[in-house]
């Protein structure tokens, strides 16, 4: 019996490797080569796991591949089924062809639930991925957080509507979600067309989102365009304040003071001046270890504005809010916003020198506490100096 086994195993692998050299694979079964794919044939042949000729065929050409690929990525037929999903290499994927025990030991560096959830392509595995026992828990990046970090706001139209329902459980289920950055992405226009900014509403039913105690202030996560809201009007009856969320926080989004800045969001700025008037001349860091910064300078730095041509109207806008454009940088206490706007050779630099050309006794007779007098007279004479 045992001759008849062995006799019917070298059957297959001359049958194997007929095949393989009608199909042109010749080339990769010489010398060496050829000697072990055929002892690797012939093993699988024995051990029972190749009953026919297709399957040692099979596996005569799958040794060859793995041996002229070694060095490159893993082959997708060794790749399980999440990381065969999750390898765009491998085709796309279809729903019902995940093992539980593949979503449940993954093998992945990252857990499954953060990549899918990062990138939009993959949100449809998400449906199969919670109903197989993925759990968020386990996620060292909470899945929400890298898709904020990774896409602050998320072209939610395209996602269909299992995929936003599982965004959404993860963002009602998942304790932290409750996070600067997916607020900041919860509130941005995409997300409320999607009705996903309902999330946060919910958050501030269930006490989600106190005023005292956590990582971030609610309010400087909301997106700009969100601080008229009912939700932002709701978040001050409960205690919280344009100055509470100030400072530092836990999330790499920038600030809604800042965010507004940069994009020129007037009504978003005035809602931040009118509550913190300070901020026209200082804005709290976003790191315990970094210094505090200048709105003016931000502003002049050629690379800072989504919208170049913003500048003069932002600079005068700053002015008439109170800026001071002799104020001394916290980097570099010898220079001024003026000197910075000299050394970068800013298009807006008359803006900020017309006070002092055109009032320069009474800026000189200012007393020392009349700082803000000063800033309010060089603000008026910046807006009357644009075209």
């Known amino acids: 019996m045992r001759v008849l086994h062995s006799t019917f195993s070298r059957a297959l692998v001359s049958r194997a490797f007929l095949a393989l050299g009608m199909a042109g694979f010749g080339v990769l079964l010489s010398g060496c080569a050829a000697t072990s794919v055929v002892s690797f044939a012939y093993e699988r042949a024995n051990e029972g796991e190749c009953v026919s000729a297709g399957c040692a065929a099979a596996a005569v050409l799958n040794y060859a591949l793995d041996k002229a690929t070694e060095g490159e990525p893993a082959p997708c037929h060794k790749l399980n089924t999440v ?6 290499r491998c085709g796309t994927y279809q729903a019902g062809t995940l093992l539980t025990k593949d979503v449940m030991a993954s093998g ?6 953060s990549l899918a959830a990062r990138d939009p392509k993959f949100w449809p ?4 991925l919670l109903s197989k026992g993925a759990a ?3 996620c060292t990046t909470p899945p929400l957080v890298a898709l904020a970090q990774a896409t602050p706001c998320p072209d ?10 599982s965004l959404r459980w993860l963002a009602e289920n998942d304790t932290h979600a409750v996070h600067h950055d997916v607020v900041r992405m919860l509130s941005c226009p995409s997300a409320r067309s999607a009705g996903l900014n309902t999330v946060l509403d919910t958050w501030l039913a269930q006490g989600q989102l106190p005023s005292r105690g956590l990582s971030f202030g609610a309010l400087s996560a909301l997106h700009p365009d969100y601080l008229a809201s009912p939700f932002a009007k709701a978040l001050e009856a409960k205690g919280h304040s344009a ?7 836990m999330g790499q989004l920038p600030g809604g003071f800042d965010v ?19 901020l026209a001349n200082r804005v709290p860091p976003r790191q315990g270890n970094q210094l505090p910064w200048i709105p003016l300078v931000r502003v002049l730095t ?18 008439s809010r109170g800026a001071d454009p002799w104020k001394s940088l916290p980097h570099d206490p010898g220079r001024t916003v003026i000197s910075f706007a000299e050394q970068v050779k800013s298009p807006s630099l008359p803006l900020l020198q017309a006070p002092l050309l055109q009032a320069p006794t009474r800026l000189a007779a200012t007393p020392a506490g009349g700082g803000k007098t000063t800033a309010t007279a060089m603000g008026a004479a910046g807006v009357a100096a644009l075209p």
């Open 243 to 249: 100055r509470s969320g100030l400072g530092a926080y």
């Open 125 to 128: 595995m998400l449906p199969e």
């Open 108 to 113: 992945l560096p990252q857990c499954p639930l």
């Open 156 to 165: 939610f139209s395209a996602a269909s509507a299992e995929s936003l329902g």
């Open 136 to 138: 968020p828990e386990t």
């Open 302 to 319: 050629p690379t800072y504005l989504a919208h170049a041509d913003q500048q003069p109207e932002l600079v005068a806008y700053l002015l």
């Open 83 to 88: 990381e065969r999903a999750l390898s765009p």
């Open 260 to 278: 507004a800045l940069r994009e020129g969001n007037r009504p978003a700025l005035d809602w931040w001046l009118d509550r913190a008037p300070e």
